[in-house]
């Protein structure tokens, strides 16, 4: 059973970082690209940033750019997102999601439950 | 960036209705669109991909068609547990982008 479970979730102030984590079970985790989606309280689906199979090709919405960073360790079946700078509209639930093949361009086939950010003073 | 723009934002339908859902591409994107489901709380949920390719274990109630720019997702027959916002998505150029979702409630 393909599982992904988040963490890292929490409150942080304007300009600050946190750094969310996603371990995955179930599949073999270095042959998929993964990818981070948010969603704001209240709105859509919204692409945040996403990684090839083997980590070295990573891909960013313009709106994370600079502030955000992807990365995986294959070794622990673990993706990261790293998050600098935050303002308050990246206030937003943070999932981890599966890509269907290895590279940028595919659909998501699983997903794990979520973690919160609030970004406020 | 590809816009997806969904139709309607929202609606009530009875339990058998058949219910349809469309999404249109601000370019041509073939086939590489998907379709979710999520329900309050939760994650969402791969329904559909490459336009009407079922996911395993979906429904064969839920179907997907089209090509190009425009494209349709359809409830044969809606089901009280199908209440939930549907997204399109499409995959055929970074970034992607998802559609403003569509929420179905019961009449």
């Known amino acids: 059973e393909v599982q992904l479970v988040e963490s890292g979730g929490g409150l942080v102030q304007p300009g600050g970082s946190l750094r969310l984590s996603c371990v995955a079970s179930g599949f073999t985790f270095s042959s998929h690209a993964m990818t981070w989606v948010r969603q704001a309280p209240g709105k859509g689906l919204e692409w945040v940033s996403g990684i090839n199979d083997s980590g070295g090709t990573t891909y960013y919405a313009d709106s994370v750019k600079g502030r955000f960073t992807i990365s995986r360790d294959n070794s622990k079946k673990k993706l990261y997102l790293q998050m600098n700078t935050l303002r308050a509209e990246d206030t937003a639930e943070y999932y981890c999601?599966?890509?269907?093949?290895?590279?940028?361009?595919?659909?998501?086939?699983?997903w794990g439950q979520g973690t919160l950010v609030t970004v406020s003073s | 960036a590809i816009r997806m723009t969904q139709s309607p934002s929202s609606f009530s339908a009875s339990t058998g209705d058949r219910v349809t859902i469309t999404c249109r591409a601000s370019?041509?994107?073939?086939?590489?669109l998907a379709w979710y489901q999520q329900k309050p709380g939760k994650a969402p949920k791969l329904l559909i991909y490459?336009?009407?390719t079922l996911q395993s274990g979906v429904p064969s109630r839920f179907s997907g068609s089209g090509s190009g720019t425009d494209f349709t997702f359809t409830i044969s027959s809606l089901q009280p547990e199908d209440i939930a916002t549907y997204y399109c998505?499409?995959?055929?150029?970074?970034?992607?982008?998802f559609g403003g979702g569509t929420k179905v409630e019961i009449k």
């Open positions: 998505q499409q995959y055929h150029n970074l970034p992607l982008t």
């Open positions: 490459a336009a009407s």
């Open positions: 999601a599966k890509s269907y093949g290895s590279g940028s361009l595919y659909y998501f086939d699983y």
């Open positions: 370019q041509g994107i073939s086939s590489y």
